[in-house]
């Protein structure tokens, strides 16, 4: 069949994707860009927060209203909303052709045969822990730079999170999977690698072992790796070990995104977090000394239960004190099933978003000078591709993720090609992009 995925939410999602996409593809099928074109749409979802699962029902209702035009159409759902919504995809969305939960990801190939031949929805939710880890796949970002998964899950059960309950505990990918893993990556002209998991400095812990560092001094010694990068990585988990393998490493990039959600002891201590106050500032001042340069990116939660004036306003002093590079506020969502879900004094949602905005204003004003101080600087950027409509190159520094940062935009007219590594000398800055010409 022709097959169109569409894959929301986090880069450990779209990894999932890579790999079942793969499987479909060795059992005769095909992948098309148009969902005009397809003759089953699978929307893999994310189910984290309140605007994620608006996001993917969306997604999914899109996806159904092509049967209109040809009743043939299949669409199944893949991923955390499915995964967490079982029974209530099924009976909303009678449209729905199949609900894979996340432990049958590995039988989709079988499961798209079902639906193929028969008009009966399937329902398919194995064990969590049979979600593969790894294994073959494709590359569904731009051949530059790919997504590598090395952990599943999480055992750390803050209370307004339900990832544990979505995902399971824990369970990190063996050390030579991975590296084998980055060696084919490689070999198939990706550049920058972004190491991804709920914690990135908990690999290895459910195996009695901590292997970061070791897995960092592994893939830095692979041919044809420009940029190794990590995403999510908890205060609590920064030992000096592991900011010394970054810091040693020199295809390890610079940054490091350090959800901290908040800075308030006690909303700390509610969110069931395993640092304190003085475990974050230890953590920021740790990596800042040792790696001068480095861009610290974070996330925070403003509205969360019982959270009152004063903590938020302690929490402002902390981002205009700290000065994160890259920053993301969201308000409190209560999510079914998380022990902060049913705590007392909810914080009404037009507060919530509220006190978000105010983060988001004065870490704006941050970004802003930074970005000021960046002109006249030469910095090395990865180029990812042309813009065509705007006719500019939009490439990134190491101090930009993608697919989250901003950009660093040169002339369309500059021999540029996607892929490669130039030199340029930044001439601009707006809040979020950087403007430059090749040095």
Request: glycine content about 6%; overall charge negative.
């Amino acid at each position: 069949m022709k097959i169109a995925v569409v894959s929301l939410g986090c880069p450990k999602n779209q990894a999932d994707a890579d790999v079942f996409c793969r499987a479909l593809l060795e059992d005769g099928n095909q992948t098309v860009a148009s969902l005009e074109e397809a003759e089953a749409i699978i929307v893999n979802t994310c189910g984290f927060i309140q605007s994620a699962k608006e996001e993917a029902i969306e997604n999914i209702l899109q996806a159904c209203s092509y049967k209109k035009q040809n009743p043939a159409v299949k669409v199944l759902v893949t991923g955390c909303l499915a995964q967490r919504y079982q029974k209530e995809i099924v009976a909303e969305i009678p449209e729905v052709d199949a609900v894979v939960g996340l432990g049958s990801n590995g039988q989709l190939p079988q499961i798209l045969r079902q639906v193929a031949s028969s008009a009966q929805v399937v329902e398919s939710y194995g064990p969590k822990g049979n979600l593969p880890l790894g294994g073959k796949r494709v590359i569904g970002t731009p051949r530059q730079f790919a997504w590598l998964k090395i952990a599943e899950g999480c055992s750390n059960a803050c209370s307004y999170c339900a990832i544990p309950s979505i995902r399971g505990p824990l369970r990190s990918r063996p050390l030579q999977s991975c590296i084998a893993e980055a060696e084919w990556l490689a070999e198939q002209g990706v550049r920058e690698i972004v190491l991804v998991a709920q914690d990135v400095t908990a690999y290895g812990d459910d195996t009695g072992q901590n292997q970061i560092a070791e897995l960092l001094d592994a893939l830095n010694q692979i041919e044809g790796i420009g940029w190794i990068r990590l995403l999510y990585a908890y205060p609590e988990r920064i030992t000096p070990e592991f900011a010394d393998a970054m810091a040693r490493n020199s295809k390890v990039v610079t940054y490091l995104d350090l959800p901290v959600q908040h800075i308030n002891d006690e909303i700390l201590t509610s969110m069931r977090r395993k640092g304190d106050s003085a475990t974050i500032r230890s953590a920021i001042q740790m990596l800042r000394q040792k790696m001068p340069d480095i861009t610290l990116r974070t996330s925070l939660i403003t509205g969360y239960p019982g959270e009152t004036e004063a903590q938020f306003e302690e929490l402002c002093a902390f981002v205009k004190e700290t000065g994160f590079d890259r920053l993301g506020c969201f308000a409190y969502s209560p999510e079914e099933g998380t022990l902060a879900e049913k705590m007392p004094n909810q914080v009404p949602e037009e507060e919530r978003r509220r006190r978000a905005d105010v983060i988001m204003q004065l870490q704006s004003n941050i970004m802003a000078e930074k970005q000021q101080q960046m002109i006249g600087k030469t910095i090395t950027v990865l180029c990812d591709e042309l813009d065509e409509e705007e006719n500019v190159w939009l490439c990134r520094s190491k101090a930009d993720a993608p697919e989250i940062d901003a950009n660093v935009l040169l002339p369309g007219t500059a021999a540029l090609a996607p892929g490669v590594f130039y030199n340029v000398r930044v001439t601009g800055a707006d809040v979020y992009d950087l403007y430059a010409e090749l040095a």
